[in-house]
């Protein structure tokens, strides 16, 4: 099979490191890929949101199977178009996307199923808005811009003052554009977040491992919202009853909530969990592979990911065993310093032979070639992963990589996995 991959990102060159396994594989592309991408993927600089573009590269390149990655053109209706045009392919279609476009399409959809969420109030305008967080007065709050917005669109303010500010913001500045049309306002809630990617067909639903993001720039939890600085598998608060609960409480549920409105979801859904005094709940879906948890996601996974993929498309994953290998596994993200504010581009990057380092698998994010040498090209420019019998062998051979990488003013966070060691301590 030749196999196309739209994105771009160290998701898209997890996705492909193991796609590259599969015994159906013969040739990978990827558009518009990255750098190291292309010592795997023959790279063709078609942007990852062109819909039209990437249906005329799958018929130029005569794909067989294309996965779509990114969210915005699975909201944008990038399989629809690939299935209208003859093309197999990965991903939910924009009506199902819409659980991951649309935060009131979601929280209504939760509250309509009985499904364990934040309380929650929809607003169309600034000022109903301010004046609802205002009666309300309990801090913090939790505002969240209904559509995408580079998954910045969430804010938490402690004060009144900071509500409004961003409120305003999101609704009369359009800091996200017309993401921001609507907003939601929900309960703050506390407990350890969790990540779950699950492959479904639509009828079965087979939970992937467990793992834990890192979202914030520094150490601590400290600093600005990232995209994610790292990530661990599995992950020790999601316990074998906390998995079973959520099976039936959220997963099941989720797809058959799905199904009843019409919007049959194929492909990986991702539920961000928060582990809750009340149990869990759903702080977000996102209707696509998570990044940085597919980079300690797949590494994992040992049934061949194409077999996946066709049970999917073809409705019949509930006959596929799906293995995972019972290592640990750790991602360090390298940041361009500056991140996730402004950073310099074009930094040369030392310390990898031909993208890679012996003894992990380090996956390029935002990293371009110019002439022989691999510079860096965006914010999260590597995802350094490893595996281990347990998660401290895991994050010490990350590290130990980490270290012996280099471009100018790289940052990395010194405490990822942190948080798991010590629960795995404490459970
Ligand atoms: P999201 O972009 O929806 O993943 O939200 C970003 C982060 O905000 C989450 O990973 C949580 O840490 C936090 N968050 C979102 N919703 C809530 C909530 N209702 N209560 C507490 N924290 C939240
Ligand atoms: N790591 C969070 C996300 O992919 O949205």
Known sequence: MKVLVVGGGGREHALIRKIKESKKVSEIACCPGNGGISYDAKCYPVSATDTDGVVNLAKEIKADFVVVAPDDPLVAGMVDALNEAGFAAFGPK??????EG??????NLMLKYNIPTAEYKVFDNAE???AYVRDKNEFPTVIKADGLALGKGV???ETFEEAEAGIKEIMQDKIFGESGNNIVVEEFLTGPEVSVLAFTDGNCIKPMVSSMDHKRALDGDKGLNTGGMGTVSPNPYYTEDIAAECMEKIFIPTINA?????????GCLYFGLMLTPKGPKVIEYNCRFGDPETQVVLPRLKTDIMDIFEAINNETL?????????DAAACVVIASGGYPK???KGLEITG?????RDGVIVYHAGTAMDGNSLVTSGGRVLGVTALGTDLLEALNKSYSAVEKIDFENKHFRKDIGQKALNAVKDL
């Open 342 to 344: 402004s950073y310099p």
């Open 155 to 157: 804010i938490i303010p």
């Open 352 to 356: 990898l032979e031909n993208g890679q």
């Open 318 to 326: 509930s006959e596929l065993n799906i293995e995972w290998s019972d």
């Open 102 to 107: 649309s935060k009131v399409f979601s929280k």
């Open 128 to 130: 109903d808005a301010i």
């Open 94 to 99: 924009a009506n199902a996307a819409v659980i």
């Open 258 to 266: 799905m199904n009843a409105e019409g919007r049959t979801f194929k």
